[in-house]
């Protein structure tokens, strides 16, 4: 088991940056590939990024790629997403979030930070 807490979220200006963090306390992180949601208001949480549990893979949704990038550090328990060029429709309640198989969708994830909140200001 893996328990997740997300922090680094706030408001930025449209075009800064920023990046979130999420620390994991479970001593199987190491084992887990790791991805980012996001969910704005009355939307449905969707996929950010992924990265395999060495780091080795990434992938990134359509509407991020070329602008976040997510990484992580096994010695320290953390993965991160930073993110740059940050646009309005960025804003959202950022979720992190572990799988032992991988995948794009929600339900392909079974454990879940409580969220980070990013506000991008026009």
């Known amino acids: 088991q893996v328990q997740l807490v997300e922090s680094g979220g706030g408001l930025v200006q449209t075009g800064g940056s920023l990046r979130l963090s999420c620390a994991a306390s479970?001593?199987?992180?190491?084992?887990?590939?790791m991805g980012w949601f996001r969910q704005a208001p009355g939307k449905e949480r969707e996929f950010v990024a992924t990265?395999?549990?060495?780091?080795?893979?990434?992938y990134y949704a359509n509407a991020v790629k070329g602008r976040f990038t997510i990484s992580r550090d096994n010695a320290k328990n953390t993965v991160y997403l930073q993110m740059n060029s940050l646009k309005p429709e960025d804003a959202a309640v950022y979720f992190c979030?572990?799988?032992?198989?991988?995948?794009?969708?929600?339900?392909?994830?079974?454990?879940w930070g409580q969220g980070t909140q990013v506000t991008v200001s026009s």
């Open positions: 990265i395999s549990a060495s780091g080795s893979f990434t």
């Open positions: 979030a572990a799988t032992r198989d991988g995948g794009t969708r929600r339900l392909d994830y079974d454990t």
């Open positions: 479970g001593r199987t992180f190491s084992s887990y590939t």
